[in-house]
């Protein structure tokens, strides 16, 4: 995902073998002067110090800049002020996909952690539901730990980190792939695009969170919000036991007001106030908003609300940015793939045995197996095999910020 493209005015990487070599080997490559007298010192020094620029400009083409120092914006700070949240407290990110958003939750003074501010998600790839292989475009759902290692203020994307994928648990079901990123500009081929302006200010807000002694930070990615309608909506996809899994962490955060500890145990995320604790301690008020928005789901189910998946052509983006899509934006990665938004896709009317969808995780259980007419309504569908790789795109700055 993290392409790379020569700086201007950069020599080629391919054209260095032969200056490498003679200035490895120690032979005097240089010119001679008027009265052909060669003056191997001098130009030697010259050389070893140009071919050391050279050499840096073709490993890390963003050296030099200083974009990723760049302060945090006077209005965020003054937002931080009034949530009694200090610059340098914890973070947590939040990325959600099917709403195009990316929250940023803070640590307050109270040392639960509050969200601070959202931010529209200009692109990401695939369909809802995890990444499960190298060059599937999707991007990655779980929670994945960011440290100050996975930083990237050289990317080609202008600013950038890499969520970790695959993780212990992608590991753990043999899921491929890497350079998962999130990232500027509004392209992706898995990763999620925020454009140049929210990726400089997530980023200085990161920076500032590892500056005041924080080591790591939790980066969750869902398919969407938690909500009780977004569950009984997406109740019959196969999905959906993974989903609830990422459920249990979520309801844990916004209960608990902190970090839930992760481990991988079975093949699941089990989640926590220590890590590497399989049978944690319940937590009675996550069981209990657990066990509300269970009931929850099952009376829209039994009211009526459809069954539905959402068929992407190739992901999606806010829709802030579809409402302005021609002005301004450049490089976008298949826009035609998201210009008219996903279909959906009824599977069932929503009452009946299917009422309690969400409950079973079993896939023998008839309520979680979907019938004849639900497998021809997805036969219909577009379909749905893993696009090619896209190609290499340009990664020029976008013109300005658009949140």
């Given at each position: ?105 803070k640590?307050?003074s ?62 753990s ?11 500027g ?10 454009t ?58 916004e ?95 929503g ?27 997805l ?25």
């Amino acid at each position: 995902m993290q392409g790379m493209q020569p700086a201007t005015g950069t020599i080629p990487c391919g054209r260095l073998s032969g200056a490498i070599k003679r200035y490895r080997s120690g032979v005097p490559h240089f010119r001679r002067d008027s009265n052909n007298n060669g003056v191997p010192m001098v130009k030697r020094i010259v050389a070893a110090t140009a071919l050391a620029l050279v050499l840096t400009a073709c490993q890390d083409y963003g050296s030099g800049s200083t974009r990723h120092l760049a302060p945090i914006p006077a209005s965020t700070l003054a937002l931080m002020e009034s949530k009694s949240m200090a610059k340098e407290s914890p973070i947590v990110i939040r990325s959600y996909k099917k709403e195009g958003e990316m929250e940023i939750w803070k640590q307050t003074s109270s040392g639960r952690y509050a969200l601070l501010k959202t931010y529209p998600i200009c692109r990401w790839s695939g369909q809802l539901g995890p990444k499960k292989r190298e060059g599937d475009r999707q991007a990655p759902e779980g929670f994945y730990t960011i440290n100050t290692s996975q930083m990237n203020p050289n990317s080609s994307y202008y600013l950038s980190f890499d969520t970790g994928y695959p993780n212990a648990y992608d590991r753990s079901l043999g899921r491929t792939g890497a350079h998962l990123m999130v990232h500027g500009a509004c392209s992706s081929s898995g990763c999620f695009a925020m454009t140049d302006a929210a990726i400089a200010e997530i980023y200085a807000i990161g920076r500032e969170s590892f500056a005041g002694g924080q080591t790591s930070f939790q980066f969750q990615s869902f398919p969407f919000r938690m909500t009780a309608k977004n569950l009984a909506q997406h109740r019959l996809d196969p999905n959906m036991p993974f989903w609830k899994n990422l459920k249990e962490g979520s309801d844990y955060f916004e209960v608990t007001g902190q970090e839930p500890k992760i481990s991988v145990c079975s093949q699941r995320y089990v989640f926590g106030s220590e890590t590497g604790n399989c049978s944690p301690t319940p937590n009675l008020a996550v069981q209990a908003k657990t066990a509300h928005d269970e009931q929850e789901v099952t009376a829209l189910a039994t009211r009526g609300i459809p069954a539905v998946k959402l068929v992407y052509a190739d992901g999606d983006q806010h829709e802030s940015f579809k409402r302005g899509f021609t002005t301004g934006m450049q490089n976008v990665s298949r826009p035609e793939a998201v210009a008219a938004g996903p279909q959906e896709v009824v599977l069932a009317p929503g009452s009946g045995s299917r009422a309690m969808a969400f409950g079973p995780e079993t896939t023998g259980d008839p309520a979680s197996t979907p019938s004849e007419k639900v497998k021809k309504n997805l036969a219909a569908a577009p379909d749905l095999k893993p696009a090619q790789e896209e190609e290499r795109p340009f990664y020029q700055r976008l013109m300005g910020g658009l949140f």
